[in-house]
Structure formats: structure tokens, C-alpha cells
């Protein structure tokens, strides 16, 4: 059965503290990797795709990483305005995406 | 580009009523879709279209209908409520089914 899992659940950071969030995932045929932000009462907002184990984005303090098993966002010296849920996705073979359960971030000022 | 609307943004139902979530998107995206997002579940898919005419069930289909007769629009219905469908409600659109997908800001739906 197709999953995708996020560690840890929650996160508290000091800002400028660096860190990373983890998705590990078991899809067959994985056509993509994705990572979203979730704010507080809103939808998710896009934040990278990954289609191939090496593969790395980058934007702002943020860079997302995939190997065959794993995908990890880093976050470089977080600011207060990091702080959010974020979320990762797998595509699959079936065009069905799969969400991880998110790592909610909290960066203190 | 007003990306991706849904409405209602707030709906409160009794038990057994029905309604129609509506989703529209303006970006002539081919493949949509429809979450419910429950707390400590993450979001979960429910219905999908990978184009007009198309449509097929994701892992939380039972008490939902869909239809896609326009590539803009993917109405979700709700049949007969129950106090299980109590949630938060998100459509999605993205140009392929392997593409990064775009949400709408939401329904928050109570069921009494």
C-alpha cells in the first residue's frame, strides 16, 4: 500500500536555529515528490517538486531533497515567518496523490 | 487569474441534508480534485478528474458524488450528510496528474 510518512509531527525552533524535516515515502512508480506550506485556515501553497532520487530545489532559506526512499526540507536559519505546516505529497502510478500528516514548525523570535 | 474558488467558505448542516460543494478553477487545468482535511489525518483524497467527462474515486469516496462536465468546474455533492463528514474541504487543480497542484482556500463544513 502506497504511504507517505512525515517526522516529526511538531517542531519548535529558535529563529536562526537550522533543521530539517523529513517524508518518508513507499509509492509505486513515484512520478513526483511534493512539499507544501499549510498557514493557519488557508490552502496549501506549493512550495517544491522532485521527480528523481539526487534531485534538489532550492528557495529562499528552503531546499528540498530527494533520495529513494526519503525527501528532507531544510530550513536555513528560520525566521518567525517560517513557521507554518508544511506538507509532503507523492504522485504515483495512478495519478493519485498521497499526503504525509505534515510537521507543524514553530520558530521563536 | 483568480486560481482556484470554492464556496461556500462556511456551511453548517443537519443530518440528512444535502448540498453541493462548488469548485472552479480558471488556470485550464485538466486533472482536479477534491480532499477532506480531518485533524491528525492529513489531507485526504476523495475524488479526482483528469478531465471533463472523467472522474474516479480516491481513498475516502463513500457519501460523495462528483461530476466534471466543464474542464472549470468539479462540484462536489454530498448526499445525505453525516456528522462524519464534519471537515475541512479543499479542491485542488494542477495541469497533469504528476504536476504540483494548486488549492483553493477551502469549505469548513459542520454536520449537527
Known amino acids: 500500500e502506497d504511504q507517505v510518512t512525515q517526522s516529526p509531527e511538531a517542531l519548535r525552533l529558535q529563529e536562526g536555529e537550522s533543521s530539517s524535516l523529513n517524508c518518508s515515502y513507499t509509492?509505486?512508480?513515484?512520478?513526483?515528490l511534493f512539499w507544501y506550506r499549510q498557514d493557519p485556515g488557508k490552502g496549501p501553497e506549493f512550495l517544491f517538486t522532485?521527480?528523481?532520487a539526487g534531485e534538489e530545489k532550492e528557495k529562499e532559506r528552503l531546499k528540498a531533497t530527494l533520495t529513494k526512499k526519503e525527501s528532507f526540507l531544510h530550513i536555513t536559519a528560520p525566521k518567525p515567518e517560517d513557521s507554518a505546516t508544511y506538507l509532503c505529497a507523492a504522485a504515483g502510478g495512478t495519478y493519485k496523490y498521497i499526503f504525509g500528516t505534515g510537521t507543524r514548525l514553530k520558530v521563536l523570535a | 487569474n483568480a486560481g482556484v474558488t470554492q464556496t461556500p467558505k462556511f456551511q453548517v448542516l443537519k443530518t440528512g441534508q444535502s448540498m453541493t460543494l462548488q469548485c472552479a478553477q480558471d488556470?485550464?487545468?485538466?486533472?482536479m480534485s477534491w480532499y477532506r482535511q480531518d485533524p491528525g489525518m492529513g489531507l485526504r483524497l476523495i475524488h479526482y478528474?483528469?478531465?471533463?467527462?472523467?472522474?474516479d474515486q480516491g481513498e475516502v469516496p463513500n457519501g460523495y458524488n462528483v461530476s466534471r462536465s466543464t474542464t472549470e468546474d468539479f462540484p462536489l455533492r454530498l448526499l445525505s450528510a453525516a456528522p462524519s463528514q464534519t471537515s475541512v474541504y479543499f479542491c485542488?487543480?494542477?495541469?497533469?496528474?504528476?504536476?504540483?497542484?494548486?488549492f483553493g482556500p477551502g469549505t469548513r463544513l459542520t454536520v449537527t
Open positions: 522532485l521527480y528523481s
Open positions: 488556470m485550464n487545468h485538466e486533472y
Open positions: 509509492v509505486s512508480g513515484l512520478r513526483g
Open positions: 485542488a487543480s494542477s495541469y497533469a496528474g504528476d504536476y504540483e497542484q494548486y
Open positions: 478528474s483528469v478531465g471533463a467527462g472523467i472522474t
